[in-house]
């Protein structure tokens, strides 16, 4: 019998079987579209898609994991995911054996555990209508384990959704999944958007839009020096009560710095989205658009933007990665948000 109270199904040994490979078959994105279902691999990744499957069926909705799979071994390792699988309205968890799981999965060295979940993404006006005040818009990223990095980084900078354009790498690719590391489960996910409705949603949501560009005219450092400078300013007033002095505010000017070329870079010229680091505030609500490895944002793309943002780079690299290029912009936004 499982943890709730049902009959324990037989260990599954048969690595042929029709069951294991259907599983495996959602490692083809043709398969992916037609069932509306991925593949979660590893703990880390099933522990949070229960999670949200436990969460969703208190609220009356629909759950997440379809079926799950662990070896004794795994299972015994992971209490937790035993507990979870053994509330009312999860999945029970399957034993297999270690070949059979290794059948299942798109990786030559599974951890122990693979589910099968459905899609997870919502429309962009669920995101839009809930006042979000950090985002993150993938626009033509294609690598897996670079929008598996901004989908973590994200998460970890509590950002309220990410959004991935029509062009973007398939956010429920093996390889996109295990690099969230069971991100892809917080934070809402929408996927195919339309850059010019797009850009036009997130203003009329009140939302500044960032475009993270390697040849961008303002600077991070200048943001949030300014970010700082108004922190700081107001704090003082405070203090100093009714009718006292002020101090005064000298803005940041804009820097023109080299950034990361090859993340977000574009070959427009400086003037273009230029934007005093006075009007533009971190502490405001913010989208950041993120670009293409190779080529970065269109150019079109960023003189749409409020504002082209370069990430300096102080030592000798010529660029940075679009998945730590990242990073640093949401947690900028991030920590002028919580502070402000």
């Not at 790498?169 to 934070?187: A, I, M």
């Not at 101090?247 to 005093?276: E, F, L």
Request: aromatic letters at 4%.
């Amino acid at each position: 019998m499982t943890a709730n109270g049902r009959p324990q199904a037989p260990l599954m040994t048969n690595t042929h079987a029709d069951r294991v490979k259907e599983v495996a078959r959602l490692a083809g994105r043709p398969s992916r579209l037609r069932r509306r279902e991925f593949l979660a691999e590893g703990p880390q990744a099933v522990r949070e898609a229960l999670r949200l499957h436990l969460t969703r069926h208190e609220a009356g909705q629909d759950g997440v994991v379809v079926d799950a799979y662990a070896t004794a071994e795994a299972l015994e390792r992971h209490t937790d995911i035993a507990e979870l699988s053994g509330h009312d309205g999860a999945p029970a968890v399957r034993l297999v054996t270690a070949d059979v799981l290794a059948a299942m999965s798109s990786t030559v060295t599974p951890q122990g555990f693979v589910a099968v979940c459905r899609f997870v993404d919502v429309p962009l006006d669920d995101v839009l209508s809930a006042s979000p005040r950090l985002v993150a818009v993938l626009v033509e990223v294609r690598d897996p384990g670079n929008a598996g990095t901004i989908i973590r980084a994200a998460d970890s900078a509590g950002a309220d959704a990410v959004i991935l354009t029509g062009a973007s790498v398939d956010p429920y690719n093996p390889k996109t999944v295990r690099s969230t590391v069971g991100s892809l489960f917080h934070l809402p996910l929408v996927l195919g958007a339309e850059l010019d409705g797009l850009m036009e949603g997130l203003r009329d949501a009140g939302m500044t839009v960032l475009a993270a560009d390697g040849y961008g005219s303002t600077s991070l450092d200048d943001l949030q020096d300014a970010s700082a400078q108004r922190r700081f300013a107001t704090v003082r007033t405070r203090r100093a009560g009714p009718g006292g002095d002020a101090p005064s505010r000298r803005p940041s000017g804009d820097a023109a710095s080299p950034g990361p070329g090859d993340a977000d870079g574009s070959n427009g010229s400086d003037a273009v989205g230029a934007a005093d680091s006075t009007t533009v505030r971190l502490e405001d609500a913010g989208a950041w658009l993120f670009g293409n490895e190779a080529q970065g944002l269109p150019a079109d793309v960023t003189a749409a933007a409020d504002a082209r943002v370069a990430v300096p780079i102080y030592g000798s690299a010529e660029s940075l990665n679009v998945g730590t290029a990242a990073t640093v912009c949401l947690y900028a936004s991030a920590r002028a948000q919580r502070l402000r």
